[in-house]
Every structure is written in C-alpha cells, then in structure tokens.
C-alpha cells in the first residue's frame, strides 16, 4: 500500500513501535523478577514495598501513567540530582518516558507472572541444592530460573502482546510511532479509514509474530512439545 506516498512514514514509526516494545520488555523483564523475588523474600519491608508497587500500578491506567512520567519525570530526576549538587535542567526525551512507563507497568503484571511460576516449583529443590553445598545465588541462576522461564513463558506472552497495543498510547506525548505517524498521514491525505486501517494490520502482523515466537520458545522449553504443533 503506497498510501499516497506516506507509506514509508507507517514503516517509520512501525520500527520505533518494535524498538519501543522491545526495550520495555527487556527492562520490565528485570523488574518483574525483582519484583518477584520481592514478594516472595522472607522480608517483610520487601514483601510490603513489592505489593504495594505492584498494586499501585496495576490500580493506574497505563495513559496516565505515560504522562505523569513524561510531564513529572524532568522534576524528579533534577529532585534527585538536586540532592547530590547537581542543579542544571534534566530533560526527559518522548522514547525514555514511553519506555520508562510501558516497563513500569510490564514489571508489575509479570511480578504476578514470575511469583505464580517461582511458587509452582517445589520447595525441596532449595532444599536439595542447599544440602549438595550450592549458594543461594547460584541455585536460583542455575536450577530455579530455568523452571521459572519455562512455566513464565505463556503468561509473558500475552503480557508482550498487550504491551505492544499499549504502545500505541505514547502518541499522546508526540512520539511517532505506528498510531502518532498514521494519524499524521490521515491527516494530511483526508483518508483516515486506509491510514487506520493499515495501522491495523501492521499491529495485527506484530501479534502473529509474537504468537508464533512464543509457541516456538515455549516448545523449545518443553520437550515433550517439541513434536507437536502450535
């Protein structure tokens, strides 16, 4: 679809779509298994300070959650900068706010994810590693997080999916990514119903494409699906 020459402005902001999914996944992946390390610590500051983060969270709207750090997050970081000496303007860019809020909310659902996974898992494994003289670091690394990963996958897909939809909210704060860049174009061509239909199958592809690579992982993880097909 050519769309009276705006076709590569779709494919513009489809690749900082696909960038701003990725780099949201990748650090709201980090925050989730802290997260759920958290809730699971025999702490209870850490229990109360990952529950509460994740209900906070999962209580906002992934909107407003956009625009407070886009519109708050200059004043925080020079807050906190202001504390060490530092006074000059901080300026928080459209693609670090975006990502910024997407891994937020990402971190706070798959918190959910990892905790329900991690729970699964008995308890005797601990145990059992303990006993043959591994650390509690290195049992996590090598015996936990492999299971986890392997029972986490189908949850954190669905999750990627949804992220990917939720991208389309940062065009509010002027991103241009796949919704800011065809509203652009239907803007200017007067033909909102192709522009936004496009958008619609390009998002469409994305979510195939998540699916097949998640039936792919999980297969990959699971021997005896290794035969099978999706």
Do not use: H
């Amino acid at each position: 679809m050519d769309l009276q020459g705006y076709g590569q402005l779709l494919l513009s902001g489809l690749w900082v779509t696909i960038q701003l999914a990725l780099a949201s996944v990748f650090f709201g992946l980090i925050i989730g298994l802290c997260g759920a390390t958290a809730r699971l610590s025999s702490s209870p500051v850490a229990r109360a300070i990952a529950t509460t983060y994740t209900t906070v969270v999962r209580g906002i709207p992934e909107l407003l959650l956009v625009l407070t750090l886009y519109f708050g997050g200059s004043q925080l970081l020079m807050w906190i900068a202001s504390l060490f000496g530092y006074d000059e303007y901080i300026d928080v860019g459209q693609f670090a706010a975006a990502v910024a809020a997407l891994a937020i909310a990402f971190g706070a659902y798959s918190t959910e994810v990892f905790r329900m996974a991690m729970m699964d898992l008995p308890k005797g494994q601990w145990e059992s590693a303990q006993a043959m003289g591994m650390t509690p670091l290195k049992t996590f690394v090598r015996i936990i997080m492999p299971q986890v990963w392997r029972l986490a996958i189908p949850g954190l897909g669905n999750l990627f999916q949804v992220l990917l939809k939720d991208t389309a909210l940062v065009s509010v704060v002027g991103l241009n990514e796949l919704m800011r860049q065809a509203s652009v174009g239907a803007a200017n061509t007067k033909q909102p119903f192709d522009f936004y239909l496009a958008a619609a199958l390009l998002y469409l592809l994305l979510t195939v494409v998540t699916t097949l690579l998640t039936g792919y992982l999980e297969r990959r993880s699971k021997p005896e699906l290794r035969g099978s097909r999706a």
